[in-house]
C-alpha cells in the first residue's frame, strides 16, 4: 500500500505515512495541535508534489498564512505554484445576509458532502478542518449517515484525507466516526501520572493494514510545528 508522508518525522519513521487514497480522523480538545497537524500534512502533501486542498470552516487564510509563518511554513508559496488551495467557508458564510445565514445554515446541516463540491478533479490530499462546526442538532442517526457518505465519495475520488473533529463536538459523534475511517489519532492534553506536568500526547486509536504505537506518543508544539519527543513500540 502505497502512503503520503505525515511531515511529523516521528509518525512517517514509524508508519511509514498515512495509506494513499484513506480517511483518517483527527479529534482534540482546544489547543492540542489538530490544525497545526492539518497544515502540516497538507505541506508535506505539497512538498510530495500532490494536489492539494485545505478547508477551513472557522478561519481564513490569513489566520492560516499567520500560523504557518510562525513555524517558518511559506504556504504561500505553495498557493501560488497551484498545489496548494484554500477553501474557505467561514468566509463564504460570513459574506451572506442574516436572513440567508438562517437559511443557510439549516441547509447544509450535516451536508459534509457540500465540503468536497469545490474539489478541483485533481485533488489527491485534503484536510477538512473541521466538521464539528456542521454537527449542531444532529442526530447520532443523522451524523453517521452524513459522515459515512461524506468518507464514501472521498475513497470514490481516491483522495487521501484527514478529517478533523473537535472533541468540544459530542462526544458520542467522535466514537461514531470512528467506525467509518480508516485510521484515528486522538490528540490530547494530560497530566504526567510520573512528574505531575502538563504534557502533549497522541493516541493512535486504529489504522488498518498499518504497524502502530500501542501506548501515547509523547509531543510537542514548538518552532518547528509537532514534533515527537518519545519513542515507543507498536502493533499491527
Known sequence: MERIKTGLKGIDHFTGGLPQGKTVLITGNAGSGKTIFGLQFALSSCRQNLKTVYITTEEDSKDLYTQGTSF?????????????????????????????????????KGNFSSFLKDLPEDTEAVVIDNIGSYTAKLTPYEFRDRFDLLIYELKQRNITSLVILDSATSKEFNEIALFSVYGAIKLMKRENPYTGRRERVMDFVKMRSTKIPTQFLTYEINENGIQIISSVEGKD
Do not use: P, Y
Not at 496548494?84 to 442574516?98: D, F, K, P, Q, W
Open 72 to 108: 517558518g511554513w511559506d504556504i504561500k508559496s505553495f498557493t501560488e505554484n497551484g498545489l496548494l488551495s484554500i477553501i474557505e467557508l467561514a468566509g463564504i458564510r460570513a459574506r451572506v445576509t442574516e436572513a440567508e445565514i438562517s437559511i443557510d445554515a439549516e441547509a447544509m
